[in-house]
């Protein structure tokens, strides 16, 4: 090892300073470097009830990362050792819900609990019950749990503690790397914005586990916040949503001009610039079908400009948010296939409109459930036809077979569903939808 000087030991690398705001490029000057790069990590914070061990861990993590700058190959060790403590933190968040006792289910045998003071005595327990074929028991489920990374995230999902379908993959992703660095085979280079993002998502996935959402999240999303728009269109295939405030004070030239648009007010999530989540659909308004990106609420419509403004003067309505999330859509099989549609609104179709193949499928987003549908026909296409985690996509189906089957499957996911009777509203024209009855 060669022994270098304390001034060189205070160079920043050549390297660190090459990754500037507009990726590679012009070097930066070390005080600019040092700054970028600790403000692309300075925001994730981590929930005041997380636990001391993880929070320890992950606090000096960032303090690590900041001396980059200085040494390109920190960025590797940073990356690398936030994928170990993805276990920690599922094991810390183990303890606090176990409070101290698991109970396993044994085949054709009573159930049976254990007191457990520390994480080793529980993979003790778990290695043990597991040669004995016992599954751990978590609320009203029983699971496959050997104690290590794969029990760990099967018990957090059937816990409720982690959420989302495009999430699973990330963590399936989070999982395989953990295990290569845990057991390497051989030599690998992580850059300043592969170790960024791996802390940012250790720590979205550390404040899902204890409760917290993250705001504009990219793997655990807070709800989303929508306000009170108005979508009108005309015949010759223009379309617009403007928000309410727009319609306050009444001009009588535009609302003549506007007589030829029909209006519908919904409540929607806006478009906001920057944000991960804005709707490519925001035109595709369907108040039968899922055929928006994000859940959007009829309030009323079809009608003029002028009668939508009266309406709102009386109303009032106000905004809100919503978790869009693990959502189920039911999707029809019949004679073609159908957009998304919500249970609530299959539920209360009338008999001639309920025929056809119906699936329940469990997805983030109205696009994901409806390919993964379109595709399950494919069998080259590895996407699941029974009940279960689809391998090839971000979808989870629910049940199949007639609309009732669809809807007992839903409702085995989401509790009672009560029917909703809407009244016919949409945008007539749809690029991304055509096939709509």
């Given at each position: 090892?060669?022994?270098?000087?304390?001034?060189?030991?205070?160079?920043a690398?050549?390297?660190?300073?090459?990754f500037?705001p507009?990726?590679?490029?012009?070097?930066m000057r070390?005080?600019?470097?040092?700054?970028?790069?600790?403000?692309?990590?300075?925001?994730?914070?981590?929930?005041?009830?997380?636990a001391?061990?993880t929070?320890?861990?992950?606090?000096?993590?960032r303090?690590?990362?900041?001396?980059?700058?200085?040494?390109?190959?920190?960025?590797?060790?940073?990356?690398?050792?936030?994928?170990?403590?993805?276990?920690?933190?599922?094991?810390?968040?183990?303890?606090?819900?176990?409070?101290?006792?698991i109970?396993?289910?044994?085949?054709?045998?009573?159930?049976?609990?254990y007191?457990?003071?520390?994480?080793?005595?529980?993979?003790?327990?778990?290695?043990?019950?597991?040669?004995?074929?016992?599954?751990?028991?978590?609320?009203?489920?029983?699971?496959?749990?050997?104690?290590?990374?794969?029990?760990?995230?099967l018990w957090?999902?059937a816990a409720?503690?982690?959420?989302g379908?495009?999430?699973?993959?990330?963590?399936?992703?989070?999982a395989?790397?953990?295990?290569?660095?845990?057991?390497?085979?051989?030599?690998?280079?992580d850059?300043?914005v592969?170790?960024?993002?791996?802390?940012r998502?250790?720590?979205?996935?550390?404040?899902?586990l204890?409760g917290?959402a993250?705001?504009?999240?990219?793997?655990?999303?807070?709800p989303?916040?929508?306000e009170?728009?108005?979508?009108?269109?005309?015949t010759?295939?223009?379309?617009?949503?403007?928000?309410?405030?727009?319609?306050?004070?009444p001009?009588?030239?535009?609302?003549?001009?506007?007589?030829?648009?029909?209006?519908?007010?919904?409540?929607?999530?806006?478009f906001i610039?920057?944000?991960?989540?804005?709707?490519?659909h925001?035109?595709?308004?369907?108040n039968?079908?899922?055929?928006?990106?994000f859940?959007?609420?009829y309030?009323?419509g079809p009608?003029?400009?002028?009668?939508?403004r009266?309406?709102?003067?009386?109303?009032?309505?106000?905004?809100d948010?919503?978790?869009?999330?693990?959502?189920?859509?039911?999707?029809q099989?019949h004679?073609?296939?159908?957009?998304p549609m919500?249970?609530?609104?299959?539920a209360?179709?009338?008999?001639?409109?309920?025929?056809?193949?119906?699936h329940?499928?469990?997805?983030?987003?109205?696009?994901d459930a409806?390919?993964h549908?379109r595709?399950?026909?494919?069998?080259?296409?590895?996407?699941?036809?029974?009940?279960?985690?689809?391998?090839?996509?971000s979808?989870e189906v629910?049940?199949s077979?007639?609309l009732?089957?669809?809807?007992?499957?839903?409702?085995?996911?989401?509790?009672p569903?009560?029917?909703?009777?809407?009244?016919?509203?949409?945008?007539?024209?749809s690029?991304?939808?055509?096939?709509?009855?």
């Open positions: 090892m060669e022994i270098q000087p304390l001034a060189d030991l205070r160079t690398d050549d390297l660190s300073l090459a500037n507009y990726g590679l490029g012009s070097r070390p005080e600019d470097a040092a700054e970028f790069q600790q403000r692309q990590i300075a925001d994730c914070d981590l929930s005041e009830s997380v001391s061990g929070r320890e861990s992950f606090e000096r993590l303090t690590i990362f900041a001396y980059g700058v200085l040494c390109y190959d920190v960025y590797t060790m940073v990356g690398d050792q936030a994928l170990l403590i993805f276990e920690q933190a599922l094991r810390d968040r183990f303890m606090e819900w176990c409070a101290g006792t109970t396993f289910r044994l085949p054709q045998a009573p159930d049976v609990s007191t457990v003071t520390s994480y080793d005595d529980v993979k003790k327990r778990a290695d043990r019950m597991t040669r004995r074929h016992a599954k751990l028991v978590v609320d009203t489920h029983a699971i496959e749990f050997n104690g290590m990374l794969h029990g760990l995230r957090a999902r409720g503690l982690l959420r379908r495009r999430s699973r993959a990330v963590e399936d992703a989070l395989k790397l953990r295990n290569y660095v845990a057991h390497p085979s051989g030599h690998h280079v850059t300043p592969g170790a960024a993002r791996t802390v998502d250790l720590a979205e996935l550390i404040n899902q204890w917290q993250t705001p504009d999240g990219r793997l655990y999303p807070a989303l916040h929508r009170i728009a108005v979508l009108s269109w005309n010759s295939g223009r379309t617009r949503m403007e928000p309410a405030d727009a319609l306050a004070d001009d009588p030239m535009e609302d003549q001009e506007d007589d030829e648009y029909q209006h519908v007010v919904v409540r929607a999530v806006p610039p920057g944000s991960r989540w804005n709707d490519p925001w035109m595709e308004f369907d039968r079908y899922e055929t928006r990106e859940p959007t609420e309030l009323w009608g003029t400009r002028a009668e939508a009266k309406w709102l003067e009386n109303e009032r309505p106000e905004g948010s919503v978790d869009f999330i693990d959502r189920v859509f039911l999707i099989d004679k073609c296939l159908l957009p919500r249970p609530a609104v299959a209360g179709l009338p008999d001639n409109e309920r025929v056809g193949v119906w329940a499928v469990r997805a983030d987003f109205p696009t409806f390919a549908v595709s399950s026909g494919d069998r080259s296409a590895g996407h699941t036809l029974r009940p279960g985690n689809c391998p090839a996509c979808a629910l049940g077979g007639s009732d089957e669809a809807l007992r499957a839903a409702t085995a996911a989401l509790g569903i009560q029917a909703e009777d809407l009244p016919s509203a949409r945008v007539p024209q690029i991304f939808w055509p096939d709509r009855p």
